[in-house]
């Protein structure tokens, strides 16, 4: 019946030859990885993300992001990115909490260091202190923050104008170059 049927034949054939290639591809996983790489395009892509971390049962950072991009396959430099923003709540044992967000954030994970741009605002609640600026380096295993943009710092007592700026991630010790404003001062 398939010899008289030339369209049947052509059907099965082509049935044929698509099993023959679903079944015979197979990825390994490290071509994908470099594919991956090559081609710039991140291994994975998380929407909404709503992730939070605990040690010993504590939460103790949750991070908010409407996009995330994994680029865990580049051998030299590793790095996460959050196109869309990002907003970071550290939670210290005391209970006292600092957050960070902006626009734009990266981080590469050899060297713990992370970018975060565009309308930068650090808040440290228990001391209420803010600060404003449009570009934040954080190194994660020092715990320090430093840009050399122009920043803003609000404190209960004072507003303090400034170009370059570096602190401990909970802003309570901080070095402000080329500032101005007023500053309360204790004898």
């Known amino acids: 019946m398939i010899k008289n049927n030339p369209y049947l034949l052509l059907k099965s054939s082509v049935v044929i030859l698509l099993t023959t290639l679903l079944f015979s591809c197979t990825n390994d996983i490290k071509k994908v990885h470099d594919f991956l790489a090559d ?17 010993s049962g504590r939460i103790t950072t949750k991070i908010k992001s409407p996009l995330f991009n994994d ?13 869309e923003g990002i907003h970071i709540t550290r939670i ?8 960070v967000s902006g ?14 741009r565009n309308d930068v605002v650090v808040t440290n609640y228990a001391k209420d202190y803010v600060l404003l600026t449009s570009q934040l380096f954080w190194d ?10 122009k920043f803003t710092l609000i404190t209960p007592t004072d507003t303090l104008y400034g170009v370059g700026f570096e ?4 802003l309570t010790n901080w070095h402000a170059k080329d500032n101005s404003g007023s500053l309360h001062v204790n004898e």
């Not at 994660?140 to 943009?149: A, D, G, I, L, R």
């Not at 602190?167 to 909970?170: A, F, H, V, Y």
């Open 39 to 55: 081609k710039n395009l991140p291994i994975g892509v998380s929407t909404n993300i709503n992730t939070v971390y605990k040690d």
């Open 71 to 83: 680029f865990s396959n580049r051998e030299a430099h590793p790095y996460s990115e959050f196109p």
């Open 92 to 99: 210290e044992p005391t209970g006292d909490s600092t957050s």
């Open 103 to 116: 626009k734009y954030a990266i981080s590469y994970s050899k060297t713990q260091i992370a970018e975060i």
């Open 140 to 149: 994660q295993n020092e715990h320090f923050f430093v840009t050399e943009k």
């Open 167 to 170: 602190s401990s991630e909970d």
